[in-house]
């Protein structure tokens, strides 16, 4: 089945500790992309990357990092995790960078930082 | 910088009625318009995708349309049932080069459907 897999689903950690999200995905695609899901604020662009060792910045990238060492995953680093963190993250992928299909999104991944 | 509006914020209506969402966006520059389904706690499961040179798309009871120069999307539900309840997101997919392919979300729709 073709999907995007985050883990872990849910993590509650300490100031300071620092933590990675997986996400992989199993479509072959090129861009995979990090948002962040905040109430009032909708979804907002962490980071993304176009393909392997190719990443940028989105929207909000402060206090995040990622890396693109193969095709299929992309994880999310958070090196010194703060509460404002505190957030649910999803992952995406499409097979090109404004692709016409659309995207697929990750199950989510919901984070506490105490 | 490209931002998306939905209206309303939320909806309560009887099973069986006819529903419309809607989605604005304020830069006409995109490559398409996707709305998705979100369950509380849970992911983003798409629904349905337009692209910029499609007015409209349909599947089962759920029909989009989008009218790109206004920047305007409409999600339709026909027969609306309790398990249609959920938040309706509206994206639109950017085409400017600065932020080719980025997102632009809208705050969403939540959508209570009761018998």
């Known amino acids: 089945e073709a999907q995007v897999t985050q883990n872990p689903r849910y993590l509650i950690t300490v100031t300071g500790k620092k933590l990675t999200v997986t996400c992989s995905q199993n479509?072959?695609?090129?861009?995979m992309s990090w948002y962040r899901q905040d109430p009032g604020l909708g979804l907002r662009q962490i980071y993304y990357?176009?393909?392997?060792?190719?990443?940028d910045k989105g929207d909000v990238p402060e206090g995040y990092k990622v890396s693109r060492k193969e095709k299929r995953n992309f994880p999310l680093i958070l090196e010194s995790p703060s509460p404002n963190q505190t957030s649910l993250y999803f992952c995406a992928s499409s097979l090109e960078q404004a692709d016409p299909y659309g995207y697929t999104f990750g199950s989510g991944t919901r984070l506490t930082v105490v | 910088k490209q931002e998306v509006t939905q209206i309303p914020a939320a909806l309560s209506v009887p099973e069986g009625e006819n529903l419309v969402l809607n989605c604005s966006f304020t830069?006409?520059?995109?490559?398409?318009l996707q709305w998705f389904r979100q369950d509380p706690g849970k992911g983003l499961t798409s629904l349905l995708l337009?692209?910029?040179?499609?007015r409209e798309q349909t599947s089962g009871r759920l029909n989009a349309s989008l009218d790109k120069s206004s920047g305007r999307s409409t999600l339709y539900i026909a027969a609306s049932q309790p398990g249609d309840s959920a938040t309706y997101l509206c994206a639109v997919d950017s085409a400017r080069g600065s932020t080719l392919g980025r997102l632009y979300f809208g705050r969403g729709t939540q959508l209570t459907v009761w018998p």
């Open positions: 830069d006409s520059a995109i490559y398409n």
């Open positions: 479509m072959n695609h090129e861009y």
């Open positions: 337009i692209q910029s040179s499609q």
């Open positions: 990357s176009m393909n392997v060792e190719v990443t």
